[in-house]
């Protein structure tokens, strides 16, 4: 079945320094979608991407889709304290509903 | 307009007793799934259903598990005769189409389940 794959597992970083989490699926995907979890809370969705080699700004975060539509990243410039949380993307391939969801990457952010 | 609400926020359970899971979906939304999430883990899809049926049911154990959909009222999750690995927090998220379709999923704020 469709595997997601998402490095790194954490990221600890200084506040002011940027944060990159990859996503690799094993099978090409006809959507990519990104959540974002508060410590304790639930995931809220972020963005969704569709096309090949798109590129998504929201402020500070960058979100791209992979030219083979396999993998994408999201890119945080400058982090702030409240950007703390798990950031997971989940991809759609092949069937018309399910999202399988990478396990996140955790952001801890030192102020 | 409501979000998906779900019902308890914690629940404790004894080994081999039952578990019921209750969400509500966000007005207007036809679709539901659930989810399981173990300690920094990420989220494992168990169910897919529309109302008054199951649609994709791969993720969930065939044992213990069910889930149903009916035409009124709310989605359950239920858990027979729980047993310590079943505590995680459950997560339901609903959306107006198929997720793959390009629909966001909203989820709900989960229930944490405890096995004692």
């Known amino acids: 079945g469709q595997q997601v794959m998402q490095i790194p597992q954490y990221q600890h970083v200084q506040e002011g320094e940027d944060f990159t989490t990859y996503c690799n699926s094993s099978?090409?995907?006809?959507?990519i979608q990104w959540y974002k979890q508060r410590p304790g809370g639930h995931p809220v969705f972020l963005i969704q991407l569709v096309k090949s080699g798109e590129v998504k700004k929201q402020k500070r975060l960058t979100f791209q889709f992979g030219e083979a539509k396999k993998n994408s990243s999201l890119h945080i410039t400058a982090t702030q304290t409240t950007d703390v949380g798990t950031y997971f993307c989940a991809g759609s391939g092949g069937s018309n509903y399910k999202l399988t969801f990478g396990k996140g990457t955790l952001l801890t952010v030192n102020p | 307009n409501a979000g998906v609400m779900q019902n308890p926020r914690h629940l404790v359970r004894r080994r081999g007793q039952e578990a019921r899971l209750r969400c509500s979906p966000m007005?207007?939304?036809?679709?539901v799934y659930w989810y399981r999430q173990l300690p920094e883990e990420g989220l494992k899809f168990m169910v897919y259903l529309q109302k008054e049926n199951i649609i994709d049911e791969s993720g969930m154990p065939k044992e213990r598990f069910s889930a149903e959909f009916p035409k009124e009222g709310p989605s359950i999750l239920r858990i027979q005769q729980v047993v310590r690995g079943d505590s995680a927090a459950y997560f339901c998220?609903?959306?107006?189409?198929?997720?793959?379709?390009?629909?966001?999923?909203?989820f709900g704020p989960g229930t944490r389940l405890t096995v004692t």
């Open positions: 099978t090409t995907l006809s959507n």
């Open positions: 998220a609903s959306s107006p189409a198929g997720a793959g379709f390009g629909y966001e999923q909203y």
């Open positions: 007005k207007g939304h036809s679709h």
